[in-house]
């Protein structure tokens, strides 16, 4: 076991984790967060995606030693679902869901987006999508969630 | 006086004559006139067609004129060379915007001189300097490929290229030191695979653009073609003695890797040659196995300098890190227990020509950049791990890999270089 | 070579006298329909043939609502598979309860609380539970006001009810918490229930947002695998690398020697670890999968046969319609033989399960469509009476069909029974849902198709498939149990009958035809596990017989859709297909290059909702690359419960099917299944989606429900196909759509 600080929706979490341990395990298994999800493990389908610093990252492929002083944030950090964000009140809106498990990945994939670009047309926003993959075909209402967000002068916070 | 007035004269007579000269000269030199344009053809061979089609491929026309996501060969990928970037420009049959107006001589004079239809100088990023090599059956072929797709009307974006290379008219005198070389001729003695090769390789398949190191002014040394060169940040192997080095390359193993096939002992392509080979892919197999025979005909004129081991002073580093980060981001694809290697029977990274090869440069670009999954295509690809890992964890990576593939060669310079590659991809 | 490769006239043989034949009605309209077979494998009995829906099989009012001080329980059998059907279901019962969605605590499949209703599959749960509750809860609600009225000693139409109360006109208030005492609600429901005039519907046939969707966008717990029971275990198996291999040596003290290795399991071939972390499971995962070496193994033939192999296989053949006579007089004929290949669900979260066995009951928490079916399952693959096994469905990863679920639940239960007390949760990885789900069967048709003078005369059509429904009917159905010391084996595979069909799904045409001679030859000896796969063998019948009619439409001058409104006498067809032809503006496509436009209609099942659509697309005439522009759907499922619930439904099958039928194959060869990620089976990412989709609903107020979950899956397939052959001149034939898998 290693000591190490996440910081991760703003807190400082101090944990002792196998020193080899992907960030997702940690956010699911040490500090009960479940937004991020396991969907392959392999980089490729995005469900874990959360954002480190300014950058969305897979957490199922991001060793946690290396992230102490970085800021991490996953879909919590947007927002509860009392009272959700801009970003997560749009997918409820546009009722952007089916089974919802890729999700989460796919609103912090929209957000670092958002982040970067708050006003992306609608190519933009299917192209930095391309990396979550979802089976449900709710493609067309993500897209629209997040082109609600991006149309409304909208900052994101 | 007079005849100082007269050599005055004369001087000045003569300065005067040799400018009009020499600006005759320069016109001669800078100036092309357009050929005519035309209406678009609307018939065209169905045999000339698929002839044509494979020529593109060979040619890797798509890889350069078709943007990630772009509608195909309309253009607008960038270019990041020294002198500036340049957007590749739409080769679709579009009037406006694209080659519909251009005859087969403007598009021949394309080929093989480098002038647009109008009598613009093309950069040289555009590989004429190749092309002007193919037969002419394959120029027309290629032209006729082109002429009968969708025309896409996509403007050209505007290059950023530096001053001066940002004037076009002086590419005539790169044109003047650099653009020789004439259509090339069967070599009797060699297989007719050979010659195929040869003409994949110096023709339409321009791999010295990458394969060979450029000059100060981005043209190819010729002393030392397809003896390795760099192209967007990649180490482009060296093309000459594949077979000798010490990580050689069997006819096997080049043949799949040029398809894009994961082969044991090299890995798969990655970065700029990814494209490429898929090209080469989708191409009969008869292709790649011609250009592996010529390839490896190619005797290199240096002994293999490569097996002198750098002896390591100092005790044996420490690894533990490196292993640790290995079972944590690498494993699920590349550990012993991974479906790729279970399944597929994919090799251990250490048998891969990134980590084999005396620079890290290959094996970091790719860990940073990953291999982008080609949409609806299945094979192989890596997710960019350029946020997920920092530098300090990507050396130590880097150095317990190569332990592992080249104990006795270990990498110097793994930090400076991670830096520059991290400056380069910002 | 076959087994019995003779006809089999007693197909209907295995269902269970009166199965076939249910009572359905939504308004108490007299009006039977057939059905279902599909959800009804394993426990459900029918008990009341004349009671709509799943009442049939539950007749008890109870077993759907019950009222008490803690407020109104609604129960269903079928589970939340995120098609937003346990909302629907609310709203329905709600509605005929008259109280707010607020006021029910609705609660899914639970084989210790709630009704058997089989499994949620096939399009069928509003069908069966929704019309369930649509009766029993007006039935309780009036039972609750006359109580009232014998109560105050007046007549009960002079009572209301608002929100849980019953009103009086002299301003008495009685609420169904209270009048429910006076009740006995454990009484069979009645054939008849209240009238309610669709007009009056406050919540069917209008939009409720989604009860689960903001857990979902905000990492509430939603999911089984984000579960978290105290002291809980992780555990991982280890697979061998295809079926059928003996395990010969495996090292189980080095992997109990890393570090938070619990338990190493073996029993036979089968292999599971149990770690305090998660991480450390995945670890001693990978450790053992190096340890592990196996033998033998089941021969996996070459893709490019497979479609020959299956028309050589054992198979049974049924007869599935076979109509009128013969004319032998065509002047117009359309021969073609249509394949599909193998293909997986593909959730994207892998399968889960949690298991703990405490105080001698086994609790599973799983994402299986059919709870009851896998108590049965699991119970005897532990030898333990189904009675101290208890189910409980827990939302997974979307469910389009026969997945992991069922053997991840069996994995969760035989490892908990190894470490009783203590809660386990089994997480598959990746490649082992990949390799180990049952996949939809390839398959291989051949259509003979007669146009004579514009009528459509002689159908003959002839299709091979495995099966599409190995559900859980005994142990022997869950992987897990076939590899034990002492193996289960698999029950005979058994078709689903039609109408609902099971490769023959949707194989008889609606269309009005001249004869039809449709035989399905049912291939028993599987090359690869297979199982349901929403639309079953709808997906590719459809193709075939839509690209059929548009082939003799064109090869005799007669416009597409003309031809099949002069076939089609279901005014409620007719009316989809209009609509759609109207909307997209048939049949006008855009003149660039390789563009094309194709259309398609289907009732699923014959039986169920009915979809048209058409689509515009390019192929581009030099990378074959298929850009789908504009699709327009017209859908009638009956009456609407919600609108935009039903509209997602829809909109996301145009996506799941144009990624089938555009994308997708499990790609397989002598050396095992390559499709183990999504790197080997490509799906279609967010830059391939349909520029533009345009659906319209037709809503029926006052007809019966039909359902909606799989009706787009076939008529996608088709219209795509046609449109292809719109855009290029060419019959693609063989799915997937690429230009690659055609022949030159």
């Avoid at chain 3, 119970?379 to 333990?384: D, Y």
């Avoid at chain 3, 596990?529 to 082939?551: K, P, Q, V, W």
């Amino acid at each position: 076991m290693s000591q190490i600080t996440l910081n991760v929706n703003g807190a400082a979490q101090p944990l002792a984790l196998e020193p080899d341990m992907p960030l997702l395990y940690a956010l699911r298994n040490h500090l009960n967060l479940n937004g991020a999800k396991y969907g392959c493990g392999l980089g490729q389908c995005g469900a874990c995606t959360v954002i480190v610093d300014d950058q969305p990252v897979f957490a199922c492929l991001t060793p946690c030693a290396g992230l102490e002083g970085k800021k991490i944030r996953t879909v919590e950090s947007l927002g509860s679902a009392e009272k959700p964000g801009p970003l997560q009140a749009a997918f409820i809106e546009k009722q952007a869901a089916q089974c919802g498990y890729c999700i989460a990945g796919m609103l912090m994939r929209a957000q670092s987006l958002l982040e970067q670009n708050p006003h992306p047309d609608e190519q933009t926003i299917r192209e930095h999508m391309a990396g979550n993959l979802c089976r449900c075909g709710t493609h067309l209402r993500i897209i629209e969630a997040i082109k609600q967000v991006a149309g409304h002068n909208g900052s994101l916070t | 006086m007079t005849s100082h007035f007269l050599k005055s004269r004369t001087l000045w007579i003569s300065v005067a004559v040799l400018a009009v000269i020499g600006l005759f000269g320069a016109f001669l030199l800078m100036w092309r006139p357009a050929i005519d344009p035309i209406e678009r053809p609307t018939t065209f061979d169905t045999a000339q067609l698929q002839r044509g089609a494979r020529v593109v491929e060979a040619g890797d026309c798509a890889v350069c004129h078709t943007r990630p996501g772009g509608e195909y060969l309309a253009g607008g990928l960038p270019l990041v060379t020294p002198f500036g970037t340049l957007f590749s420009t739409n080769i679709t049959p579009d009037k406006q915007t694209g080659i519909g107006q251009w005859s087969l001589p403007a598009f021949k004079r394309a080929m093989r001189q480098g002038i647009a239809r109008d009598g613009h100088f093309l950069y040289p990023a555009f590989p004429y300097v190749h092309y002007r090599r193919m037969s002419e059956g394959d120029i027309a072929d290629a032209y006729a490929y082109l002429m009968s797709g969708p025309a896409v009307h996509a403007p050209a974006l505007q290059n950023q290229m530096n001053f001066p290379m940002n004037i076009r008219p002086l590419v005539s005198f790169w044109n003047l030191l650099f653009l020789h070389g004439e259509p090339l001729k069967p070599v009797a003695e060699r297989s007719e695979a050979w010659n195929r090769g040869r003409y994949l390789v110096d023709g339409p398949g321009h791999c010295a653009g990458c394969h060979s190191p450029l000059n100060l002014i981005g043209a190819e040394k010729s002393s030392e073609y397809l003896q390795g060169g760099s192209v967007d940040g990649w180490n482009a192997l060296a093309l000459i003695g594949m077979g000798q080095r010490a990580n050689p390359w069997s006819r096997e193993q080049l043949v799949g890797y040029l398809r894009a096939d994961v082969v044991d002992g090299h890995g798969t392509p990655a970065g700029p040659m990814r494209p490429v080979s898929l090209s080469l892919a989708r191409l009969p197999a008869s292709e790649a196995e011609a250009i592996a025979e010529y390839l490896l005909s190619l005797q290199s004129p240096h002994s293999v300098t490569e097996t002198t081991p750098t002896t390591q002073p100092g005790p044996p580093a420490d690894h533990s890190t490196g292993a640790l980060l290995f079972t944590s981001a690498c494993a699920g694809c590349h550990g012993p227990a991974a479906p790729m290697r279970e399944i597929d029977g994919r090799p251990g990274l250490q048998n891969t020509s990134a980590l084999q090869a005396s620079s890290s440069r290959n094996f970091l670009k790719t860990v940073l950049e990953g291999v982008p999954a080609i949409p609806g295509s299945p094979g192989p690809v890596m997710p960019p791990f350029a946020a997920s890992l920092d530098s300090d964890q990507l050396g130590a990576l880097a150095a317990y890999l190569r332990q592992q593939a080249r104990p006795d060669q270990p990498w110097a310079d793994l930090s400076s270089t991670i830096e520059a590659l991290r400056q380069e991809t910002k | 070579m076959s087994e019995s490769n003779g006809l089999n006239p007693s197909r209907r043989a295995f269902l269970r006298g009166g199965a076939l034949l249910m009572a359905f009605t939504l308004m108490p309209v007299a009006r039977r329909a057939l059905a279902d077979t599909e959800v009804d494998t394993l426990g459900t009995v029918v008990l009341a043939p004349d009671l709509p829906g799943s009442l049939r099989t539950n007749p008890f009012l109870d077993a759907w609502i019950r009222i008490g001080a803690d407020g109104i329980t609604v129960y269903t059998g079928k589970v939340e598979l995120g098609t937003g059907v346990k909302t629907a279901l609310l709203q329905i019962a709600a509605e005929r309860l008259q109280v707010p969605a607020s006021a029910i605590n609705l609660l899914t499949a639970d084989t210790a609380l709630t009704p058997n209703e089989g499994y949620t599959a096939g399009s069928h749960s509003i069908f069966d539970s929704g019309t369930a509750l649509y009766n029993a809860a007006a039935q309780v609600r009036e039972m609750l006001v006359d109580a009232a009225a014998r109560s105050w000693q007046i007549d009960s139409s002079l009572l209301s009810t608002r929100d849980g109360v019953i009103e009086g006109p002299a301003g008495q208030r009685l609420t169904y918490a209270d009048a429910v005492k006076h009740v006995d609600v454990h009484q069979y429901a009645e054939a008849q229930s209240p009238a309610m005039a669709a007009a009056d519907f406050k919540l069917i046939g209008h939009n409720l947002p989604r009860l689960d969707i903001p857990a979902k966008v905000s990492g509430g717990a939603a999911f089984v695998q984000d579960m978290r029971l105290p002291g809980m275990l992780h555990a991982r198996v280890i697979r061998p690398p295809r079926p059928g291999c003996t395990l010969q040596a495996f090292d189980a003290a080095s992997v109990e020697a890393l570090n938070g290795v619990v338990k190493v399991i073996r029993d036979g071939n089968y292999l599971a670890v149990l770690a305090r972390d998660e991480w450390q499971a995945i670890k001693a995962m990978r450790s053992g999968i190096e340890s592990a070496k196996w033998s033998g193994g089941e021969a996996i033939p070459e893709a490019a046969q497979i479609h020959d192999l299956l028309k050589r296989l054992p198979s049974r053949r049924y007869p599935i319609s076979n109509t009128g006579n013969s004319s032998g007089a065509a002047d117009t004929r359309f021969k073609a033989r249509v394949t599909k290949q193998y293909l997986m669900h593909g959730s994207i979260g892998p399968s889960c399960a949690v298991a703990w066995f405490n105080d001698g009951i086994l609790t599973v928490w799983t994402h299986t469509q059919g709870v009851y079916p896998l108590r049965a399952g699991i119970a005897e693959m532990l030898r333990l009476p189904p009675e101290r096994v208890r189910c409980i469905h827990t939302e997974g990863s979307g469910c389009y069909g026969h997945n992991g679920a069922d053997d991840a639940a069996a994995d969760a239960a035989l490892i908990a029974m190894r470490v009783p007390g203590t809660p386990v949760r089994v997480q598959w990885m990746r490649e082992q849902e990949n390799l180990w789900e049952p996949y939809s069967s390839a398959m291989v048709t051949e259509v003979d198709a007669g146009l004579s003078q514009g009528r459509l005369q002689d159908w003959t059509y002839e299709l091979w498939t495995t099966p599409h429904n190995e559900r859980i009917v005994n142990a022997g159905r869950l992987l897990p149990a076939r590899l034990l010391a002492r193996p289960f084996a698999s029950a005979p595979s058994v078709p689903i009958a039609q109408p609902e069909g099971d490769g023959d799904r949707n194989a008889v045409p609606l269309y009005d035809l001249g004869s039809t001679r449709i035989n399905m030859n049912f291939v028993t000896q599987m090359p690869f596990r297979t199982s349901a796969m929403r639309s079953l063998g709808a997906h590719i019948n459809i193709f075939a017989i839509e690209a059929s009619i548009d082939e003799l439409a064109i090869k005799a001058g007669i416009d597409p859709v003309a031809l099949r409104l002069a076939h089609l006498s279901d005014p409620r067809a007719r009316a989809v297909v209009e609509r759609v032809r109207d909307s997209i503006g048939w049949p006008h496509k855009s003149s660039e290059p390789g563009a094309g436009i194709g259309f398609a209609f289907a009732r699923y099942k014959n039986i169920m909702g009915y979809c048209a659509i058409a689509v515009k697309l390019r192929v581009h005439p030099q990378t074959g690359e298929i850009r789908v522009d504009h699709v327009v759907t017209a859908v009638d499922v009956g009456q609407i419960v919600s609108p935009d619930g039903l509209r997602n439904q829809v909109e996301g099958g145009i996506v799941q099917s144009a990624s089938w039928t555009l994308f997708e194959k499990v790609a397989y060869d002598a050396g095992g299944i390559r499709s183990y990620d999504w790197s080997g089976y490509p799906i279609l990412r967010f830059t391939q989606l349909p520029k533009k989709v345009d659906v319209h609903l037709l809503d029926q107020p006052g007809e019966p429900f039909l359902g909606a979950a799989e009706i787009v899956q076939g008529p996608m397939a088709a219209a795509l196909g046609n449109a292809v052959a719109n855009a290029t001149g060419q019959r693609w034939l063989n799915l997937p759509l690429t230009r690659s898998t055609q022949p030159a």
